[in-house]
């Protein structure tokens, strides 16, 4: 899976298909990769957007349950952890994902109390972005999504941006992939492992590192306004494992994509791995947030 790295040992997968699933079941993420990614999100995440959130829902009628937040793909729910206890008032979170094992994760992981102390309650909801609609959204103060845009296709985006407008509803959508990546010490072979990567993230019609840009026209087209911020990864030796599984996972994916590079991924992964370990890896993997603020609607928050 793009973007998901290997979990654990080298040659497994951070995804694995589940158990009762065909063929055509959608891969499963692993826990243990997002667990681990997770603090480095958090480091990565644009802060700034959060403001005009505030001030628009300061703006609004005041709502009597406090805000309701709406977060799409939540797998094991890093963004709840990291939002929740920066916002005051009391919050209802809808969790939503297609997968009830994360969802379960999700739910029991989920912070309890607000910035000021308020409560924060909890529902999960099983489903796929792609069936999302303005109903299902109607009374959100926020839909929210984490490292979610470049594993959806167009229609997927389109869905939620129909949704979201639909519903008046602000969306917060954090850590998509930029495609760029900057490693040092450089390597002639950076460009082509980045190009292949990037390659394999759009197969099958997933938008990879076109996500951001797609996803600002989807929702300037229904009238929204959209503002986007950089949220990079910055790995190194305070991140060995995450490095050390990012990096595993980013050059399986492109020899995958392009079986030609194998040839000389061995060296250039063996050499990568061994300034991991020394501590001479520093990786700068670019990702957006981004804040679509739709035209507000009478009552809305
Ligand atoms: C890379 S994980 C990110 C999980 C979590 N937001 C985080 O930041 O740790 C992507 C998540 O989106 C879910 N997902 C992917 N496509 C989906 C779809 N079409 N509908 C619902 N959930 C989806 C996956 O099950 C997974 O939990």
Redesign the pocket.
Known sequence: MP??GPVTRPGERATVRLRDGGPKE?P??APEW?EL??RA?AAARAQDLLDPLRIRWAAGPRRAGGLVVHD?????G??GRWLAPRLDGAQHWVL????PY?LHFAAVACPRTAADGSPVTVETRR????RLTPDALSGASLVT????LD??TRE?VEALAGACAGAGCPALLT?SVAGRVELTPADPLDAAMTEAFNAHQRRSGLLGPDAVTVTCEAFAQRGATVRVQPSLWRLGPEEPELTEQWLRGWVGAATEQRPELREHAERYLHERLAACAAGELRAVVHHSDLLALPQPMDGAS
């Open positions: 973007g998901a959608p499963r993420y997002l990614r997770e999100d799409l793909g939540c797998g094991t890093s963004m939503h994902d297609r997968d994360l489903g796929d972005v792609a999504a984490s490292a979610l594993v959806l997927e850590l």
